[in-house]
């Protein structure tokens, strides 16, 4: 325990209780201090290319974007398992280059997002049984379903009807919160409904929240995720697979660092979370 501890004051992470199966506060924590991303659990992609500018430590992954292109031409995207649960806390601090250019769409770019045990470990986030989306859009914070998989389902979607082959709920922060080129602490939360089995009914009472520097930007506690076809589910994946849409209209680059999951609020580097969170 002793040695755990030290670990996470060293990841500048809060620390919310014993490591145990039943009761574990952190999934996984990632600083970047290093390219060997495999060897820490990540998959699906094996490419970290670092940075110098960093909010702890030496290094931060950095994705760059070549001109036209829709994808990073440094870094991969990349996945990462976690244990299933019914509720998942994101923390990680991201910076835009100065020049930062958005889609000016209703959409995109796509960053970060969590995938379930419905789903295989490769599966697409693009079309499953439901993706999360943490990403900032048009310089909001973004938080968003999708379950365009269920199109067939007895139940049918959960996350509306679909458009052009999508569907989608969005729940975007008032404020512009990304347009001075400076690190951000982002934050994001999201617990399951519970479903009324006897009455094949889901209950509204999922929820999420999205903080950004300490800041409640986001919160809705009434969000249906899943409907009684998926009883069993829960959140057992991240993925952070940077995709911009329609092409970037020049160079440009963003950063990632500090970056952890786990079930319960884990902070900014650096600075604990002085009280528990919902």
């Not at 404020?175 to 939360?189: I, P």
């Amino acid at each position: 325990m002793l040695m755990h501890t030290v670990l996470l004051t060293s990841l500048g992470l809060a620390w919310a209780g014993p490591t145990s199966t039943a009761d574990r506060a952190l999934f996984f924590a990632e600083g970047f201090e290093d390219a060997k991303s495999a060897s820490r659990g990540w998959y699906d992609g094996s490419r970290f290319v670092l940075s110098d500018d960093a909010v702890v430590g030496k290094h931060a992954v950095q994705y760059h974007f070549p001109k036209g292109k829709l994808i990073p031409s440094d870094s991969s995207g990349v996945r990462h398992s976690i244990e299933p649960s019914e509720v998942v806390y994101l923390r990680f601090h991201l910076k835009l280059s100065p020049n930062w250019s958005w889609t000016n769409k209703p959409y995109g770019p796509h960053l970060l997002h969590f995938m379930t045990t419905e789903n295989d470990k490769y599966h697409g986030p693009a079309a499953s049984h439901l993706t999360l989306y943490i990403e900032p859009v048009n310089g909001k914070l973004r938080l968003a379903t999708q379950d365009i998989q269920n199109k067939d389902a007895p139940h049918g979607l959960s996350q509306g009807p679909l458009k052009g082959g999508y569907n989608g709920r969005f729940f975007d922060s008032q404020d512009v919160l990304f347009d001075d080129g400076k690190w951000h602490c982002v934050e994001a939360m999201f617990k399951l409904n519970s479903l009324d089995m006897a009455r094949d009914e889901p209950n509204r009472d999922g929820e999420l929240r999205g903080w950004v520097d300490g800041k409640l930007v986001i919160e809705r506690t009434d969000v249906v995720f899943r409907s009684t076809d998926f009883p069993k589910m829960k959140f057992n994946q991240f993925l952070m697979t940077p995709y911009f849409h329609h092409g970037v209209p020049h160079d440009q680059t963003l950063w990632i660092d500090e970056l952890a999951v786990g079930a319960k609020r884990i902070g900014a580097a650096n600075q604990p979370v002085d009280s528990p969170s919902p």
